[in-house]
């Protein structure tokens, strides 16, 4: 079982849509994939026809002493071979609380461990802010995924979090690889195309091969309630995050360490 988690501090970069696409394609390859919603807005439990607001059981529940256990919190999805942990709108009580509090930057670790058997690939979705399930996710994951908007203020934002992780990063005991996503690309704008040569210049071999371009098939896939790729299989934008997942799996062992490069 493996354990990606995708993150970055910056709301909007498309952290759900890289977690809803590598999941279907991951899943049509035969893969049984879990995704996990640690973001209390519950985009990607909606995605899956899932309630936030509503939700009996979630992410939620294990911080909780006496937490269930995880099994019983998993649900099926409309997708063949996708499961999901979802998020309740109650975890953002769990953001309010301080980083770094004893014992709960692991919960999410610990809960994966039951799992090992039942899964080949974990995909963590993360909230837009630095807080206790931000940090659980980075502690959980074995690869993280950042996926980046093209555009000169998510830059900004990239810095933000290449600091972030640097800090973060002392308190683990495994390296990390993590690889930059370029998203939502458009090659008719100035600012697209010299935001990507900035982020390449900047972050290097850090930088995904393949860049994710805009595509109004994700927003059509996501109001159908589909994975992108069951959606539109052609569509350029799940193309290009098939070329994203190629890379993962068959040139993971060139993603650099990130605790190498800063
Ligand atoms: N490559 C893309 N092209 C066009 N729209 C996109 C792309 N990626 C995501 N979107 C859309 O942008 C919005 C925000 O994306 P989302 O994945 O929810 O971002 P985040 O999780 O980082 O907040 C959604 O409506 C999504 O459908
Ligand atoms: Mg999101």
Redesign the pocket.
């Known amino acids: 079982m493996q354990v990606w988690a995708?993150a970055?501090q910056?709301?909007?970069?498309?952290?759900?849509?890289?977690?809803?696409t590598l999941a279907g394609l991951l899943a049509q390859q035969g893969a049984r994939v879990l995704v996990v919603d640690l973001?209390p807005?519950g985009?990607?439990t909606a995605y899956f026809g899932q309630d936030p607001d509503s939700i009996a059981a979630s992410v939620y529940d294990l911080f909780q002493t006496q937490a269930p256990p995880v099994e019983s919190l998993l649900l099926a999805t409309s997708e063949a071979g996708i499961s999901l942990l979802p998020a309740s709108n109650r975890m953002a009580a769990l953001e309010r609380q301080a980083v770094g509090l004893a014992g709960l930057g692991l919960v999410v670790h610990k809960a994966l461990q039951g799992l090992h058997e039942q899964f080949d690939y974990v995909l963590l979705?993360s909230p837009?802010v630095l807080g206790v399930t931000m940090v659980n996710a980075l502690a959980a994951c074995e690869l993280l995924l950042m996926?980046v908007q093209t555009e000169f203020l998510a830059i900004k934002g990239l810095m933000r979090m290449s600091n972030t992780l640097g800090l973060l990063l002392r308190n683990r005991s495994k390296p990390l690889q993590a690889i930059v996503v370029p998203?939502?690309?458009d090659r008719r704008t100035k600012s697209s195309v010299q935001s990507l040569r900035i982020i390449r210049a900047e972050f290097g071999e850090r930088v995904a091969n393949a860049v994710?371009?805009?595509?109004?098939?994700?927003?059509n896939?996501?109001a159908a309630g589909q994975v992108p790729s069951g959606y539109n299989h052609l569509a350029r934008?799940v193309q290009?995050y098939d070329l994203l997942l190629a890379q993962l799996l068959r040139k993971r062992q060139q993603i650099p360490h990130w605790e190498d490069s800063v």
């Open positions: 995708v970055n910056k709301g909007g970069v498309g952290k759900t849509t890289t977690v809803v973001d807005h985009s990607l979705d837009p996926p998203t939502m690309y994710i371009p805009i595509d109004t098939q994700f927003r896939a996501s934008g290009a």
